[in-house]
Every structure is written in C-alpha cells, then in structure tokens.
C-alpha cells in the first residue's frame, strides 16, 4: 500500500508537520479500528507519505475494504474542523518482492509507486474537490478481490486505467463513485443468498 498527502511541498515547514502528524495518527486508527497490528508492517516512509507492506497472513479483503472505509471516515472528521485540509492518494497492489537493505526489491514495490503517480488519480483529486481521498488499485488486486466481491468496495465503483510510465504500462482500476456506503462483506452475502498495495512476498505483502 502506498499512501501520498497532495500538494505538500506547498506547505511550509509547520504544515508538513503536522500533516505529517496527523497523517501517522489517521493511518494509526484507521488500522486499529479494522483490527490491523500496525507493529507488524514493514513502512518506508517519505515526509509526504509511506509505503507499507503488511504481513502475508492479512485478510487482503480488510485492507481493501474495511480499512480504506475507515481512512474515508477518520479523515473526512479531520478535515471538517481543520484549517487546512489533507487529502490522500492512496494505491494498492498485491505480488511478489523480497526484502533488501535499501526497502524492498521486485516489481510489486515499483508497481504500486507507478499506480500511486498515476495521472488519472491526481486529476481525480484535482477535479473533486470536494474528495478526501482518491483510491487506485492494481488490475490483479480489483479481479482477485473487489471484483469477485469479497470486500466491502462495490466493484460498480471503479474504473479502468491504464498509466504509462517510463516504457512500461501498467493496468489499475480508479474508484470514482462517491462513497457509497456498504454493508460488511458477511452481510452482502446473506443478502444475496450466498485484502495494499497489498504485495504477497516470503514474509509479507503491501
């Protein structure tokens, strides 16, 4: 999972600060509240934000779903009282990497930075001002876990991208529907009769 705060070079230093704070604190929550040990992600942070990789034994629905609610939530209270407003890009994937001693190494860490940069993803930000948060995930995590219904995102929601960077292209899906609120995942099912960037390694994901 990779996160961003937009526009935070334009703060000066107390305003980094403190986005920077208060960012720690929402993620702190957020992931407490969807009943995630933040002690157990790998986090290389950045001042504007941070990649995370998550143990290989998450339930990769939770993050997905329930803790991207929550992030919702926490920082849409946030900002309701703040003087100057934070708003994320948050991305998502799940694939291999290994550890290393600068951070971790493989495609899925450069995967979830190219979606994170993505166009289609600031211009969403920059386009809905009234958004607090914008969400891209990769095509991999949307088949594997959105689409096939066992998270709590609706997969109506979302929309194809594609994001050329550097020679390659890389495939995500933009969540754009306004927060349309759903049940929890065991509720959907009954009512129906019936897990970022997520990255699986040996030892871990984000």
């Known amino acids: 999972m990779a996160v961003d705060v937009e526009k935070y070079s334009a703060r000066d230093a ?36 941070e990649l995370a990789v998550l143990p290989e034994d998450v339930d990769v629905s939770v993050v997905v779903g329930d803790f991207t609610r929550q992030l919702e939530t926490i920082l849409g209270e946030f900002n309701r009282k703040a003087a100057t407003r934070l708003r994320l890009r948050v991305a998502m994937h799940h694939g291999t990497l290994t550890p290393g001693p600068f951070g971790p190494a493989g495609d899925a860490p450069i995967v979830v930075s190219r979606l994170l940069d993505a166009r289609p993803l600031r ?19 949307y088949q594997d876990v959105i689409r096939t219904g066992f998270c709590s995102l609706d997969p109506e929601e979302f929309q194809p991208v594609r994001v050329n960077a550097k020679g390659i292209q890389y495939h995500g899906f933009v969540r754009r529907t306004e927060h349309a609120r759903m049940a929890p995942v065991a509720l959907r099912a009954a009512a129906a009769g019936g897990g970022v960037g997520l990255i699986a390694i040996p030892g871990g994901r984000a």
């Open 123 to 141: 211009r969403l930000l920059a386009d809905e001002q009234d958004r607090d948060l914008a969400l891209i995930v990769s095509q991999s995590l």
């Open 14 to 49: 107390r305003e980094q600060l403190r986005a920077q704070t208060e960012l720690h604190r929402i993620i702190n929550v957020a992931a407490q509240n969807t009943g995630l040990d933040q002690r157990e992600w790998y986090e290389q942070v950045s001042g504007d934000g």
